[in-house]
């Protein structure tokens, strides 16, 4: 169970690059996708729900900053995830090759 915490400020070129390659590129047992919007923009708010239908969007009106919007996403995992792991993904990051969200943490038995 692996929430992905994608956080993104405005840029779409950025975050569509994101997207795609994360999807295309990164497997795991993925349960939560949750976008955290600091643009502070509605109407950017509302092409990202319309743009990302499986992702969960999150944010406040006003932008928070970096430090502001990781503090809100945080928040958010305490209230409403069941993940036991978290991703950190930015809108700028690109996936150019195949990668395995893989659970090296757990002692055995």
């Known amino acids: ?3 992905v ?3 993104t400020d405005g840029r779409r070129d950025c975050i569509e ?3 795609e390659s994360f999807e295309a ?3 795991g047992d993925v349960t939560e996708r949750v976008m955290h919007d600091d ?3 509605r109407q ?3 092409w990202l729900e319309a743009t990302f239908p499986g992702w969960r969007i999150i ?3 006003e932008r928070a900053g970096f430090g502001g919007a990781i503090r809100r996403a945080w928040a958010d995992i305490e209230h409403a995830s069941r993940a036991w792991w978290v991703f950190h993904l930015e809108d700028d990051f690109v996936f150019e090759r195949d990668h395995g969200l893989a659970l090296v943490l757990e002692e055995p038995g």
Do not use: A, E, W, Y
Request: charged share 25%; net charge positive; hydrophobic share 35%.
């Open 25 to 27: 590129r990164v497997h």
């Open 44 to 46: 950017h708010r509302l």
């Open 1 to 3: 169970m692996i929430r």
């Open 17 to 19: 690059r994101t997207v």
């Open 39 to 41: 643009s502070g923009d």
């Open 59 to 61: 944010g406040g009106p």
């Open 5 to 7: 915490q994608l956080f």
